[in-house]
């Protein structure tokens, strides 16, 4: 049980509208990361997040923004939504930082969005 | 730049026969190797990972992988396919900043 929730499941939206993903980390962890997986692909790093600043983040344009809360929970915004955006959306979450602490990743099962 | 290449999409095997994927990596410095299993509709679950030490791993479910650097291979095997091992595995290498490069992902089909 890896205790890493994330909300909702699936999310249909279409292009251009803008897209708010949650997870809600492993009690005690204070990082968050999201990947991108696209259909056939392995997962991509979007950004990470540590005691609620960003800490780090992969090739993706700044529609793609992030925010994490004092209890550590967090969320994926992606503003102007295009077709490619079309994945499923992993969040992992940590306690630190650094190779130790992401040797101990927990991932969530993810957000499959649908843009049409 | 690291990166990770997972020779073969697909793997083919029958119940009871040695499970091989692949897995080469490229990295500039001592690299943290990782296998990942991933089931339909499900998040990433942590097989085995090689950090310092020992270069072979033992991971849940029977399977190990050999960390050889002068191959720069980190390959997973597992002696004896079960039905229930049939998922996408995934490789993956862990960089400065706290970011994983996966493979582009192996699917193991387990034949009856």
């Known amino acids: 049980e890896t205790g890493v929730t994330q909300s909702p499941t699936h999310l249909i939206k279409t292009r251009g509208q803008q897209v708010t993903l949650r997870c809600s980390s492993q009690?005690?962890?204070?990082?968050v990361s999201w990947y991108q997986q696209a259909l056939g692909q392995g997962p991509q790093f979007i950004f990470q997040y540590y005691r609620e600043e960003e800490n780090g983040r992969g090739n993706f344009p700044p529609r793609f923004s992030g925010l994490q809360f004092p209890n550590y929970s967090s969320e994926l915004n992606v503003n102007a939504l295009e077709l490619d955006d079309s994945a499923l959306y992993l969040c992992?979450?940590?306690?630190?930082?650094?190779?130790?602490?992401?040797?101990?990743?927990?991932f969530g099962s993810g957000t499959q969005l649908s843009v049409l | 730049a690291q990166s990770v290449t997972q020779l073969g999409s697909h793997v083919s095997v029958s119940e009871g026969a040695l499970v091989l994927l692949r897995c080469n990596y490229s990295?500039?410095?001592?690299?943290?190797l990782f296998w990942y299993v991933q089931y339909p509709n499900q998040g990433l679950q942590l097989l085995l990972k090689y950090t310092t030490g020992a270069t072979l791993v033992k991971g849940i479910n029977g399977f190990e992988a050999e960390f050889k650097k002068s191959e720069t291979s980190f390959h997973l095997t597992k002696p004896s396919a079960h039905m229930s091992d049939a998922a996408e595995y995934f490789c993956?290498?862990?960089?400065?900043?706290?970011?994983?490069?996966f493979g582009q992902g192996t699917t193991l089909q387990v034949k009856p």
């Open positions: 992992a979450s940590s306690a630190g930082t650094g190779i130790w602490a992401n040797e101990k990743l927990f």
């Open positions: 990295s500039s410095v001592p690299p943290y």
């Open positions: 993956a290498v862990l960089i400065a900043g706290g970011k994983l490069i």
């Open positions: 009690s005690g962890h204070n990082t």
